[in-house]
């Protein structure tokens, strides 16, 4: 029985251009793309014991010429930005073996670049040789479909947030995949000589994708795209021409258990939430015209009216009793400063505690999501 090449959660085995062509149009909200890096090696690699360095020597990363690779790159690059929703984003990986020749193709197919990612390995591999720098980076490029984008996806303040409040730079310090999650062989050695490590699509994921949405994965290889979707409850669609790395994702991947919906969530920025005028909360009940709103220790106050405007009362400031105006406007004039936000300034009384309003407005979001 034939699949349906748009069913989430599966690997496509097989030809990535076939599989790639089999897809609909503005279909798929991300692309993350790990091509090979068409190393051209010469030689072997020996560490200063003589041991042989385990390098990528697989045919998948070979190419007759850098045109052949070119003409490569440009085939999955178009079909990738045929599949992108208008709203999608393209994230894709390289060495400075490639990546350069990336980037041009997918600017002159018209992609518009948003960002380059360093991604600086805390702990890479050493230059055994000594005849160059150690090689600790590799380059993400982070593109839209066109220079007139809009609306693809930005989880800024997540970003910030998970950066510790700080607002996240393009250099990216994570480890190399290692340990207990560098996946193994019958033979004992690594099953894919390039397996990313799961911290780094979770960022990614996190980044630029919602829960539900559906990403795809061209070169799915050891399935680190697919594990890091699984858990953010994401969707992925996998393509991957190696047997024994379409098995050993499978695998993988059914052994994760998706997070709940709560710890899904992730901190939006101003821009990203649905705006919510203070007069939907009067409209809907929750605040009743003639509901008295408190400052900060109660020290100013106000009555709530049926327009949604508030009207200062006596207290502190009662030079200022009986101005009329919005939330924000009567924040600012009871303080006596230029600008105030409303929503954080005002609370109402629940018993002897203060609630902020904005706890309000947060529950017709969740209401209304």
């Known amino acids: ?54 390098a990528v020597t697989n045919a998948w990363d070979q190419f007759d010429s850098f045109a052949a690779y070119d003409a490569f790159t440009r085939t999955w690059l178009a079909e990738a930005k045929r599949i992108l929703k208008p709203t999608g984003t393209l994230w894709v990986i390289g060495s400075y073996h490639n990546i350069f020749r990336v980037g041009t193709a997918l600017q002159d197919l018209g992609f518009w670049v948003l960002n380059d990612i360093i991604w600086r390995k805390s702990n890479p591999m050493p230059n055994f040789r000594g005849t160059r720098f150690t090689n600790a980076h590799e380059t993400l490029i982070w593109a839209a479909g066109d220079e007139n984008a809009t609306g693809y996806t930005f989880n800024y303040q997540a970003m910030k947030t998970l950066n510790d409040d700080v607002q996240m730079r393009s250099d990216w310090v994570l480890p190399i995949c290692n340990g207990g999650e560098r ?90 939430q649905k705006r919510i005028p203070f007069g939907a909360l009067v409209e809907s009940g929750m605040l009743k015209p003639g509901t008295r709103l408190f400052g900060p220790a109660r020290k100013v106050q106000a009555r709530v009216r049926a327009d949604g405007s508030l009207k200062l009362g006596a207290g502190k400031e009662s030079d200022r009793a009986g101005l009329t105006g919005s939330i924000h406007k009567m924040g600012a004039a009871a303080q006596g400063a230029p600008s105030c936000n409303g929503w954080t300034f005002w609370h109402i009384a629940d018993g002897e505690t203060l609630v902020p309003i904005d706890d309000l407005r947060q529950k017709i979001r969740r209401e209304d999501a």
């Open 183 to 272: 996946l193994k062989g019958e033979d004992g050695a690594k099953l894919h000589p390039t397996q990313k490590p799961e911290m780094l699509l979770n960022r990614v994921l996190l980044a630029s994708t919602n829960p539900g949405d559906v990403v795809l994965d061209p070169f799915f290889g050891s399935g680190t795209t697919g594990a890091a979707a699984r858990k953010l409850g994401r969707h992925f669609i996998g393509i991957e021409n190696e047997p024994a790395y379409v098995q050993a994702a499978t695998a993988r991947i059914s052994k994760i258990k998706p997070l709940d919906d709560e710890s899904l969530e992730v901190v939006q920025s101003a821009k990203q």
């Open 1 to 54: 029985m034939s699949r349906n090449p748009l069913s989430p959660d599966q690997i496509l085995e097989g030809d990535c251009l076939t599989h790639l062509r089999a897809l609909p149009s503005a279909s798929v909200d991300l692309v993350f793309a790990d091509p090979p890096y068409n190393l051209q090696l010469r030689g072997e690699l020996h560490r200063p014991d003589q041991s042989k360095v385990d």
